[in-house]
């Protein structure tokens, strides 16, 4: 049996796809691995450390907090820009995007595998982000799974099991495997309660709901306001400019 | 007229490529970009920046220096372990690899280059490090230009022009070109004269000796004894082990 790596966020997709891996019993080791580039908030990193903790996972944190400010500004995820409220597909929502993060996160993971001599590295893109997202789209993991066998002598797979599913699905999965949601962190801002007004809370909100277990994180209004508010957010459809 | 981005180590084929990209007049501006991934010693950033300043250039540095030692263990060039002497194609320089580097390096390129609008990233991938740099071989090249297009809604193309030529034939470019060759450091050690006796040493050696001119950096040796040496490294071929 060999060795996996995965790509952890903190938010509710990797953390899942980690208990997952774990799961199948596929790998004798399982390390995490996290990006610190400078996101506004250190919610999901700290979350993604007690799900390690709590799953005995060997766990890294890369810092990389300079770049986000001084290489790869001009989102609102790592810069002083606002955070837009409202639904995903909204071209506003495209400031939250940080200019090539998941070929900078996995090509880092991919380096760990290298020098861990793991055999496979795990991202939890999924269908959700591909409208926003062009590195979540599956053209896009296919272009990488080819780039990861050539880069080393050492044979390498990227591994995206979820890119054909959306949250809800994902969710799901979640449900079977007793997964601890209460240790993931989805919302844009850093706040002690969920907004549950952000695109990625109206998300995440509708997977829950989907799945049928309620979501254990708090919110600032109760699960049924914010459940009402985010299937208003769908109805309304994206805001027309 | 756009922006470039330049990958520029501060080693000769990345430094020919800045003044070549700058002589080609096609682009409005050049912005170089050079990563501190924990090399063993600060010489070739400090030549890129000198470079940079000369040819009026805006330069990066990012730091990853903490990667090198933390994530990307197992290499000569960013741990303890001892450089190896002798011909690039023996088994033993395959320690100077740093796992992943040029995906690493590449995916820092295109997301500045996305952030600051440049629609185009060079790096210096040639032929003569093939053998034993699988992320400078053409394949991987081809691989990484696909899913550069693919990363962003913003087109950015990657660019190798130096894919299909050696060493010697990127020195002969920057003789034409009447590039510094004394602001570049190539050999693996970072001491006051390059040691003559590295994989490095030995095809910067030959590459000049190619091109008819003299190199203007300082050896240990003097030129007649530095360039027999190659040349008998080149006779001898790879040991055997």
Known sequence: MSKAVVVLSGGMDSTTLLWDILNSGKYAEVLALSVNYGQRHSKELDLAAKTCEKLGVSHKIVDMASIGSSLLAGSSL?????????????????????PNRNMILLSLAIGYAVSSDAKAVFYGAHAGDHAIYPD???????????????CDWKEVELEAPYVDSDKGDIVEIGKQLQVDYSLTWTCYKGNEKACG??????????AFDKAGIPDP?????????????????????????
């Open 78 to 98: 790592t810069s002083g820009i606002d955070v837009p409220e409202g639904h995903y597909e909204e071209e506003s929502m495209k400031s939250t995007v940080v």
């Open 136 to 150: 979540c789209r599956k053209e896009f993991v296919e272009a990488m799974k080819a780039v990861t066998k050539l």
């Open 197 to 206: 007004k952000c695109g990625a809370c109206g998300e995440r909100i509708l």
């Open 217 to 241: 994180i708090d919110y600032v209004k109760s699960w049924e306001e914010v459940l009402a508010d985010a299937k208003l957010m769908v109805a309304n459809g994206p805001e027309k400019k």
